[in-house]
């Protein structure tokens, strides 16, 4: 079965350096995985995600992830934090080789940004 | 940009009462789903819906629950007799028929308390 694990519940860093937000899937098949980030009272928003086409996945607001199929790993990360990225990240993996498959979704990591 | 949208953004219930949670999704995508967060948990997937019939549900969605799409815009979710355990948020998404990448596109929520 497919399965994503956020391995930090909290993540706090300094505004300016860098955010490390940590995922590890499982998967019997070239997984299909999504970052979503969730501010709060707000709904779910898409980050990024991986077709394939390239490891490295950039996406919105500077975020970026790297597929590492040797690690079944799909860490998401940042040069430099912001105020703005204070909010609670999703590492997501889709549920099956269909289209419309469910998705399912990691316990999140709570993103803090220290001034 | 077109977006999906929810209503009510939050409903308050008794115990035991029915309630019925609309959205509406993107206009040109075919695939439907309802997911839930109960406060301080994780987002699970509750059902997903493609052309006018039940894809797949979770183990959460028993027979208290049912889907529609009662016209050619509106997806809704009932719940027939709620329970105190029934809080949470309710997100909708929905997501295009353009393959296994393609992401779901949630709407802002609602949150439904049951006293």
């Known amino acids: 079965a497919q399965s994503v694990t956020q391995l930090d519940s909290h993540v706090s860093v300094s505004e300016g350096t860098p955010v490390l937000l940590r995922c590890n899937y499982s998967?019997?098949?070239?997984?299909?995985l999504f970052w979503y980030v969730q501010h709060p009272n707000k709904g779910l928003q898409l980050l990024l995600k991986?077709?394939?086409?390239?490891?490295l996945v950039k996406g919105i607001n500077g975020f970026e992830a790297e597929f590492k199929k040797s690690e079944t790993s799909f860490h998401l990360t940042k040069p430099s934090a912001h105020m703005s990225d204070a909010a609670e990240y999703f590492c997501?993996?889709?549920?099956?080789?269909?289209?419309?498959?469910?998705?399912?979704f990691g316990s999140g990591t709570r993103l803090s940004i220290r001034p | 940009e077109p977006e999906v949208t929810q209503t009510p953004s939050h409903q308050v219930t008794q115990m035991g009462q029915e309630v019925i949670l609309r959205c509406v999704p993107i206009?040109?995508?075919?695939?439907f789903y309802w997911y839930r967060q109960i406060l301080g948990q994780k987002v699970e997937f509750l059902v997903s819906?493609?052309?006018?019939?039940?894809?797949?549900k979770s183990e959460i969605f028993d027979d208290q629950f049912s889907v529609e799409r009662p016209d050619g815009s509106n997806f809704t979710l009932k719940i027939r007799s709620t329970k105190l355990e029934d809080s949470a948020m309710y997100f909708c998404?929905?997501?295009?028929?353009?393959?296994?990448?393609?992401?779901?596109?949630f709407g802002p929520g609602t949150r439904l308390t049951v006293l």
């Open positions: 998404a929905s997501s295009e028929p353009s393959g296994i990448y393609n992401e779901q596109f």
């Open positions: 998967s019997s098949y070239s997984p299909s």
């Open positions: 991986y077709t394939s086409a390239a490891t």
């Open positions: 997501v993996v889709r549920g099956s080789y269909s289209s419309a498959s469910k998705i399912i």
């Open positions: 206009s040109n995508h075919l695939y």
């Open positions: 819906f493609y052309n006018n019939e039940i894809s797949e």
